[in-house]
């Protein structure tokens, strides 16, 4: 388990992380969300220790996880799949972190052959793609059977089997029994492999909530319309009862307050052509823009 209480990392006069509490639970994947700057890799780092808190804790299974001579065995981490020596073979890479954590070298070619590495084993590392280095990234934190896992952007530079498979993966070590803890700006990826979410913005914490709990944040779900009688129909329904606006077209219309059934019989009855009419669920990306609104550092097309 990860509890992280009042954390709070400063460097001068900018806050990084701002009094984050939260907890990550065994048996569960759990997202970890925010925009660019939000302070995600800022907390896992200072999570396994690598920076130290201006104020606040962050443990693992209860302990603070700095300075343990055997972290693989607690702790397996995915935070930069870049940051390896290019000279060295994948097996190579794989056994020094396995005799510096007393890991048998048998445990090596296993997980080089769980993340589909066998045959480049004896291949440096410097001619991996990203693709493969991620799984080496993986592999690293595989290697000592942790009961932890920490993945930073682990679907980045995949093709779409391996973003199937760390999908996959990660439900696999949650469903036995482990706490695994997933940043990533993929919302269709979180959508699809977490159980809960943690969402932070400029170091402090938005959401702490189930998938389903996160998405309903958003704007209510409502009906997608495509029309060439958009005034018309927007009369017909208005007087009916429900709230229309365009929707990014002059014959696009979002409809609340009616489902799309009514309002197919509403355009029937009186004739009114439709050409698109949808249900229009709740959206784990709207609910996340909508959260965050303000609290991304860096807006495309910002001149100021």
Known sequence: MIEINELTKRYGGTTAVNGLTFTVRPGHVTGFLGPNGAGKSTTLRLLLGLNAPTSGTATVNGRPF???PRGLRQVG???DAGDVHGGRSARAHLT???QSNRIPRGRVDEVLREVGLGSAANRRIGGFSLGMRQRLGIAAAL????PVLLFDEPFNGLDPEGVLWVRGLCRRLAAEGRTVFVSSHLMSEMQSTADRLIVIGRGALLADASIAEFAARGTAPGVAVRTPEADALTALLTAAGAVVRPDGGPDQLTITGLDAERVGEL???HRIRLTELATRTASLEQAFMEL???SVEYL????T
């Open 143 to 146: 290697l000592g059977d942790p």
């Open 292 to 294: 965050t609104a303000d």
């Open 66 to 68: 700095a300075g343990n």
């Open 77 to 79: 981490a995915l935070l």
């Open 267 to 269: 355009a029937f009855q």
């Open 300 to 303: 495309a097309g910002d001149r």
């Open 96 to 98: 020094a972190l396995a």
